[in-house]
């Protein structure tokens, strides 16, 4: 009974915990990175358009630039003949204006003559060699603008390009080099330690025995965490003595921006988590839940700096991750959307299971007649780490003591974009 009284819990909502988690975001520096290095990171500034898009007016066909008004009466019975009297391909200054009598041929892309106000497109034309000069024949009229894109058609000079807090991607990245950002200025990685607790607990690489497990957790964790923009460093186990885990954990803030454990968030006699956030000087954010699974995960502020105490079943490990600590990760590196898109769907397949909280279920997601279904994959124990590969979402089932039937709504968390 002392043990189970030793760490008061108060449970919270999700909303709530994520609140207080966001109360002490704080976005990390500011640096100068190149462009071929900026994909994934988050633009720490706007960017404006230091021209317009395009700068010149700009051919939409392989074809010929005319005055539209050229054309009035153009027909297959009474074709209209232009003298072409310049070719002007992708890359090249236009040097004669056309007039009512005149054309240019001109490649897509390419820079559009004075005058001309309309392209018409080559294969709508036919060439005609007379007196020797080349000559175009329109059979047709070409209503004014036609596939051509005029200045700033795009964007204006002077206009938002790309907002602060932008992840750069790689429609961000084409854009960024049209414009010439050969370096763009963007927010700093966050540096996260990463723990694991358990004396079950091997190395990756050694040998199974006897009521022992590899460390997979803190593995997942860091690949993770790199999705998510972090840098993860593998700190290995924590001791199993409470004075010198909490020495270690503490003193990994002195490397990282903030760390994270799996497993020691419960009650039992070696769950030395517990005695951290009972001992140490900073400050506790949360310490349960009302969430399945992983309700006893656990946050806390060193030094303005996040400790996250996740379970230690990966199912649960997982969750909380994507709940809590993805978010802090995002929003220190100035993301605006921090958070999965949730959605609405039908459940695929009953939920039977009764949840005195909401429960997280790791589930695929699938189109059937045009309608979003998602199901549960596979087993859904927290303990179970087969799943984890097969979800794109986590389903999120209401309190109750009915469960969900299928062909209900529920709402569901996307993993993938």
Not at 275 to 298: C, H, I, Y
Request: hydrophobic letters at 40%; proline letters at 6%.
């Amino acid at each position: 009974m002392e043990n189970a009284n030793r760490f008061r819990r108060q449970t919270v909502q999700v909303e709530e915990a994520q609140r207080r988690i966001e109360q002490h975001l704080r976005q990390l520096g500011v640096e100068e990175v190149s462009l071929e290095d900026a994909c994934g990171r988050t633009l720490a500034e706007e960017v404006t358009a230091p021209e317009p898009m395009p700068h010149f007016r700009r051919s939409g066909m392989d074809g010929f630039a005319i005055m539209a008004s050229a054309t009035k009466g153009a027909s297959p019975e009474s074709p209209v003949l232009l003298e072409v009297i310049e070719h002007v391909p992708c890359g090249f200054v236009p040097t004669k204006a056309v007039s009512p009598n005149t054309a240019t041929w001109i490649m897509t892309g390419a820079m559009v003559p004075e005058q001309a106000d309309a392209v018409i497109m080559l294969e709508m034309t036919d060439n005609v060699e007379k007196q020797g000069k080349t000559f175009v024949s329109i059979k047709k009229e070409m209503p004014p603008g036609k596939n051509l894109t005029p200045i700033g058609h795009e964007l204006a000079k002077g206009e938002c390009v790309l907002q602060k807090g932008s992840e750069i991607r790689a429609g961000e990245t084409a854009l960024l080099a049209t414009f010439g950002f050969s370096r763009v200025n963007v927010y700093k990685r966050p540096t996260v330690a990463i723990f694991a607790t358990g004396s079950e607990l091997l190395p990756v690489d050694a040998p199974l025995c006897q009521g022992k497990i590899r460390n997979s957790n803190s593995y997942m964790l860091a690949a993770l965490v790199r999705e998510a923009g972090g840098i993860p460093l593998l700190m290995g186990a924590v001791p199993d003595e409470a004075d010198k885990a909490q020495a270690v954990i503490l003193d990994a803030f002195s490397t990282a921006d903030f760390v994270i454990t799996s497993g020691g968030v419960s009650v039992g006699d070696y769950d030395i988590l517990v005695d951290l956030f009972q001992n140490w000087e900073g400050e506790l954010l949360f310490n349960k839940v009302a969430m399945r699974p992983g309700s006893p995960t656990t946050a806390g502020v060193w030094k303005d700096a996040f400790l996250f105490a996740l379970s230690g079943n990966p199912g649960a490990c997982f969750v909380g991750f994507e709940l809590f600590v993805r978010p802090a990760i995002l929003g220190m590196q100035g993301r605006k959307n921090k958070y999965r898109p949730e959605c609405t769907a039908f459940l695929g397949e009953a939920f039977a299971k009764v949840n005195a909280y909401p429960r997280y279920v790791r589930g695929k997601s699938y189109v059937q007649d045009g309608k979003l279904f998602v199901k549960p994959v596979g087993m859904d124990q927290s303990s179970v780490t087969v799943s984890i590969k097969d979800s794109d979402c986590l389903i999120k089932i209401p309190p109750g003591g009915k469960g969900v039937q299928q062909g209900e709504l529920v709402f569901a968390l996307l993993l993938r974009e």
